[in-house]
């Protein structure tokens, strides 16, 4: 098999490993999205990471990009014309500290990782993001950033090696049953309503209003069209939004992923877009909605549910989820490094 990258969309970069038939190139459109999905299922697969891409995953993703241009701001590493990696940068300004993120993540087939493969796509990102923060003012602090969870040991090593440290954690956890779900009402004065489609513009509404003193906010990141988009916004009927008259001050945005867990023989749900508004706080809405929401699942017929969460959050959502049976699965780190 010859190598099918071509003048135009061929990338030479210095230092990269002297592999017979290592080539880097830049996107190529939707025919990639297959390729990225063959890549991110070899990754997650080898990681131990319980996680199903899709191709329509993928196109809501790439249809709404945030301060991203795939055709400059991804890489694919090819063998012999074959895709066996890919990576992609992109960034933010956080409104509450005014710091500037530039991120580069990506994926790596298991056969081909620890060859230096890694090592050039991230320093290639690197050179990419200084490009762009060229353009952002001089004062501005500025970061690379990255993150992997516990089971991403090379990924893990590369970012350490490279000189990023931990700044903070996140962790996926589980309740194991859906069995014993507490009793927990809503404050006097809210009422949960069936989901119609014109709700939906106050619902992503209220969820960006609540997390914008949650760590690492930014107003650049997920616009309305990208939450009408996103596969796991398609099952309203699992949600359970609490109203105060004609205002949505919580929500937990529930979801099912049958082909993870057709995949991994499981029956879980996800209790996920957990936010109340600020004034609504310590007064037992999330956990109400949350106990709601997992009985919800149960009638589904699954059998556990899961979520992710800042380890750190202010607010007490970690200690939140452990009262209501929920224990950490899967660890996971985000590395920051400072921007020379």
Request: aromatic share 10%; hydrophobic share 35%.
């Amino acid at each position: 098999m010859t190598s099918n990258v071509t003048q135009s969309d061929a990338i030479a970069i210095a230092g990269a490993p002297e592999i017979p038939g290592l080539t880097f190139r830049h996107f190529r459109g939707e025919s990639d999205f297959p390729k990225m999905v063959a890549v991110i299922d070899a990754s997650s697969k080898a990681d131990t990471i319980e996680r199903v891409a899709s191709v329509e995953e993928v196109t809501a993703t790439y249809a709404h990009l945030t301060n991203c241009d795939p055709a400059t701001d991804m890489i694919f590493a090819e063998i012999d014309g074959e895709v066996i990696g890919y990576t992609r940068v992109t960034h933010w300004q956080e409104d509450a500290t005014k710091i500037r993120i530039y991120l580069s993540f990506g994926f790596l087939k298991p056969q081909w990782r620890h060859k230096g493969i890694g090592t050039t796509m991230l320093k290639h990102n690197q050179q990419r993001l200084r490009e762009i923060a060229a353009k952002h003012p001089d004062e501005d602090e500025k970061f690379f950033q990255g993150w992997t969870t516990e089971s991403e040991v090379g990924a893990t090593q590369l970012l350490l090696k490279d000189g990023y440290k931990p700044i903070t954690y996140g962790a996926m956890m589980v309740r194991p049953d859906l069995e014993n779900i507490p009793d927990a009402p809503l404050p006097a004065g809210l009422e949960v309503r069936p989901v119609e489609e014109s709700h939906y513009r106050e619902i992503w509404e209220a969820e960006h209003e609540a997390f914008r003193d949650h760590y690492g906010y930014s107003s650049e990141v997920g616009t309305f069209e990208e939450f009408l988009a996103d596969p796991d916004n398609r099952n309203p009927e699992l949600w359970k939004i609490a109203w105060d008259r004609d205002r949505v001050v919580g929500q937990v945005r529930s979801f099912i992923n049958a082909e993870e867990n057709a995949e991994f023989n499981q029956k879980r749900g996800w209790t996920e877009s957990i936010s109340v508004r600020r004034e609504w706080r310590r007064k037992g809405v999330a956990r109400a909605l949350l106990c709601m929401s997992l009985q919800v699942l149960k009638d589904q017929g699954m059998t556990d549910a899961a979520l992710g969460v800042h380890t750190e959050n202010p607010n007490g959502a970690f200690q939140l989820y452990q009262s209501v049976g929920f224990r950490v699965h899967r660890m996971s780190t985000e590395y920051r490094k400072p921007m020379e």
